[in-house]
Structures are given as C-alpha cells and as structure tokens.
C-alpha cells in the first residue's frame, strides 16, 4: 500500500512560480512511474507530467512543456513539480499518482495509476 501527500499549492499571480511535493510511504524505491494530473470543477481530470520508474524518461501535455518539470529524490521519497511562468488556466486541483509499469515507461492515462494523494489547490490570478 502507498500513501501519497501533495503540498506546495496556494495562490499566485500570473507569471509566478509554484513547487508542488508529493511525499510517498510505502513505496519502494524504483517501483513507480509517478505522475500529477490536474482538474478543474465540470471537467475530467488532465494528465500535465509522469516520471518513469527509472527516472529518466519524462512527459508533459503540451500546454506545459517548457514551463513545468517533474523530478523525484529516492533519498526522500518525494517527487516534485517545479511550476514556472504560471498562467490562470493553470489554476486547478493537482493530483500525485504513483502506478506500476515497465521501466522506462511513461504512462498518461489515470488507468495507469493505482494510487492517488488527496490533491492540493493551484490558484494563478491574472
């Protein structure tokens, strides 16, 4: 069983920055693909970053590429998503998911994730 907490979210202007944590227990180092997805009230929830178990494959939806990156530190058992040049249709619920694939793989579809954090609120006013 694995245990996820996001944290870092709040309110920001525009153009600012933010770096959302996502603590895991019971996770074994290497056993996860890690990944946030966002949701907005009304709408389904949207893939934004995955880390491979391995960590050195990543993805991002392109609406964030360039602005946003996902990294992880095995000595902490955390994983990170460091948010630049934030912008109001960023605004929404972040979500830490860990789920178990192939090494190297990079899933984006919330099937591929077993377990979820409890969210955390990314507010970007204009």
């Known amino acids: 069983q694995v245990q996820l907490v996001e944290s870092g979210g709040g309110l920001v202007q525009a153009g600012g920055s933010l770096r959302l944590s996502c603590a895991a227990s019971?996770?074994?180092?290497?056993?996860?693909?890690m990944a946030w997805f966002r949701q907005v009230p009304g709408k389904d929830r949207e893939f934004v970053a995955a880390?491979?178990?391995?960590?050195?494959?990543?993805y991002y939806t392109d609406s964030v590429k360039g602005r946003f990156t996902i990294s992880g530190d095995n000595t902490k058992n955390t994983d990170y998503l460091q948010m630049n040049s934030l912008k109001p249709e960023d605004t929404a619920v972040y979500y830490c998911a860990a789920g178990l694939a192939p090494l190297n793989k990079v899933p984006t579809t919330p099937q591929w994730y077993h377990y979820w954090g409890q969210g955390t609120q990314v507010t970007v006013s204009s």
């Open positions: 880390i491979s178990r391995s960590g050195d494959s990543t």
């Open positions: 019971g996770r074994t180092f290497g056993m996860y693909a």
